[in-house]
């Protein structure tokens, strides 16, 4: 599976709708491995309100739910919004249905029972999507914000320049915020075929901590590097 693809996916909310407590929790947990965040609702009604709150990456939605179903969802959406990703997923394949989504401008149309592999190809056709209206940026404290598509660090809207490795750092730790990122794996995703030597960590780590908010950079000894957010 892409690198590129997987750590994109981890920056995305997505917002998930089904009447089925299973199939809802089973979908939702495989996707919350993948993704930043995925909000859950149990009817089209309740997701629109989470949507217009929320403001979600994506939307899935199943066709058939009580309240308001997932056809009149996906309009009430694009009454003003043209640019997000929909995805409907259902067990229907009438051609009644897919008349009636057919001018909705759907990303895709997955079949049940749906397996990750269908959900993951859904997953890229939007992030193309969204590559096309929008790159992805992270917001950081301070002022800053790092765009991961074009590699740049920013402070309140000037530049601030990064090598290879240094922007390789950053991304990784970023990716994986809500854990302490391993020697190991700067090893692997930021040196690759080079050696990381104490010197040559402890030199990038320094210099990495002068271009960023102070303490933003934490480190566990013997453990590895993590960032503190707030």
């Known amino acids: 599976m892409d690198k590129l693809f997987l750590e994109r996916l981890k920056t995305l909310t997505i917002l998930y709708a089904e009447d089925e407590?299973?199939?809802?929790?089973?979908?939702?947990?495989?996707?919350?491995?993948?993704?930043?965040?995925?909000?859950?609702?149990?009817?089209g009604k309740i997701a629109l309100e989470l949507y217009r709150r929320e403001k979600p990456d994506i939307v899935l939605t199943d066709i058939l739910m009580p309240v308001m179903n997932g056809v009149d969802l996906v309009r009430e959406i694009r009454k003003t919004d043209e640019?997000?990703?929909?995805?409907?997923?259902?067990?229907?394949?009438?051609?009644?249905?897919?008349?009636?989504?057919?001018?909705?401008?759907?990303?895709?149309?997955?079949i049940k029972p749906v397996n990750l592999n269908g959900l993951l190809e859904a997953l890229a056709r939007c992030l193309k999507r969204i590559s096309q209206t929008h790159t992805i940026v992270y917001?950081?404290?301070?002022?800053?914000?790092?765009?991961?598509?074009?590699?740049?660090l920013s402070y309140e809207g000037e530049t601030i320049h990064l090598?290879?490795?240094?922007?390789?750092?950053?991304?990784?730790?970023?990716?994986?915020?809500q854990r302490i990122v391993t020697y190991d794996e700067l090893?692997?995703?930021?040196?690759?075929?080079?050696?990381?030597?104490?010197?040559?960590?402890?030199?990038?780590?320094?210099?990495?901590?002068?271009?960023?908010?102070?303490?933003f950079i934490t480190n566990l000894s013997g453990v590895g590097y993590r960032f503190e957010m707030c």
């Open 21 to 43: 407590e299973g199939i809802r929790k089973n979908i939702a947990a495989s996707l919350r491995y993948y993704t930043k965040e995925v909000i859950e609702a149990e009817n």
């Open 139 to 152: 917001e950081l404290p301070c002022g800053y914000s790092y765009d991961v598509d074009h590699k740049l």
């Open 163 to 177: 090598n290879k490795k240094e922007a390789g750092f950053l991304e990784l730790l970023l990716h994986n915020k």
């Open 187 to 215: 090893q692997a995703h930021v040196w690759q075929d080079d050696v990381m030597t104490d010197s040559a960590l402890r030199s990038l780590v320094r210099n990495l901590r002068k271009k960023l908010p102070k303490d």
């Open 83 to 110: 640019e997000t990703p929909l995805v409907i997923i259902s067990a229907h394949t009438d051609r009644e249905y897919l008349l009636k989504v057919v001018d909705l401008h759907l990303e895709q149309y997955i």
